[in-house]
Structures are given as C-alpha cells and as structure tokens.
C-alpha cells in the first residue's frame, strides 16, 4: 500500500511542504482572515466600473482561476527504470501468481486471467485498437469453439435412460440432422420461386 501512494506522495509534496509552512506560521502569513479578503475583492470589484458581460445577471466582472504551483515528476533515469520493470516481471512470474491463487482469500479465477495472453492476442488486440476495426476470428479458434459443443448435454449415463434415439452427432430425435431440409430453388425479386 506504501508503494502505491509514494508517487502521490511525490507529487503532492510541495503543497504539502507550502500547507505545514503555513500551518507553523500561524495563518497566510500577513494574519488575514480569508472572509475579509472575500470581502475586500467584493468591494472592489464593485467599485471598478469594469465591463458588464451582456448576458450575465448581477453584472459580475470576469476573475480568471489563480493557478497553483504543481511540481514536475523528474525523468526517471534508466537504471531505476529497468529496476522497476525487473521487478515488476518478478511480481508477475508465473509462481507467484500461482503462490498468491493458492494462498490469497479471493475467488478462484478461471478462464483467461490464469494465464497471460499469447504475443499474436497481444499483438491482435492492439492492431484492432489503432485501427478502430475489428478482425474476423481465426478458422482454428472457430473450429475448436464448435467442438466441445456436442457433449454439452450428455450426462453420463443420462443418454442411456432415455433411450437410443438420444441427441447424437447433431441428430436430433428423429434422426435427421438438424437444421438440414430440402433445399428450395432460387427465389426472385418478388419471393416467387424461378422456373426455368
């Protein structure tokens, strides 16, 4: 958890530094309370005379944002970062996330988050998001989605308590293939069948 909020740390520092120097001195320094500096730019903006905005109720003159001081993250330099990325690697290794499944309280994953992606899913997935455009599957990975399908509904012995015209193959009950009829002749422009 330390590890995490260290950058936050970082870059949050000198408002933290600005806030405690602040706090030590008792206030913002010239001992003002805020209300009355509310008070004083209310008063001037009154008197001003600046330029109505058309449009606007109360005629309020236009007060940009006061922009606040934010410190740069300095560029890392090349050994921490490959020491950082070593040990990222290290933290993702294949036993280690073995070791954190076995022992961690959370669910048991299942599916694609046990093992990381292949370099072509990897490679794929970034080529349909530069592009803006999906790819059709591959025929292998529809080939082996439609394979394990048949056996879905075959429970052990169940097949055999109803009897042998059971779902096999694609057959349905009757024992033709589902799915499968005669096949009709070409249809025209107005649904009519073409007789030649």
């Not at 934010?70 to 294949?94: F, G, K, M, T």
């Not at 025929?139 to 509904?153: E, H, I, Q, S």
Request: aromatic content about 2%; overall charge positive.
């Amino acid at each position: 958890v330390l590890e995490k909020l260290r950058p936050l740390e970082q870059r949050l520092k000198y408002h933290l530094e600005k806030l405690l120097r602040a706090a030590a001195s008792g206030g913002r320094g010239h001992g003002r309370v805020p209300q009355d500096e509310e008070e004083e730019e209310e008063e001037e903006q009154g008197q001003g005379g600046g330029a109505k905005a058309p449009g606007l109720g109360g005629g309020r003159r236009y007060v940009p944002p006061r922009l606040v001081p934010v410190s740069c993250d300095p560029a890392p330099d090349p050994e921490s970062r490959s020491r950082s990325r070593l040990r990222l690697r290290a933290l993702n290794s294949a036993a280690l996330r073995e070791l954190r499944q076995e022992l961690g309280e959370g669910p048991l994953e299942e599916g694609e988050g046990l093992q990381p992606p292949h370099r072509e899913e990897i490679q794929r997935r970034r080529w349909e998001e530069s592009m803006l455009q999906r790819l059709s599957a591959p025929c292998r990975r529809r080939r082996g989605a439609g394979l394990g399908l048949d056996d879905v509904t075959n429970f052990g012995a169940f097949p055999a308590l109803l009897g042998a015209n059971q779902v096999r193959g694609g057959r349905g009950l009757g024992g033709e293939m589902a799915g499968k009829g005669k096949m009709g002749g070409k249809k025209g422009k107005n649904g009519k069948k073409n007789e030649k």
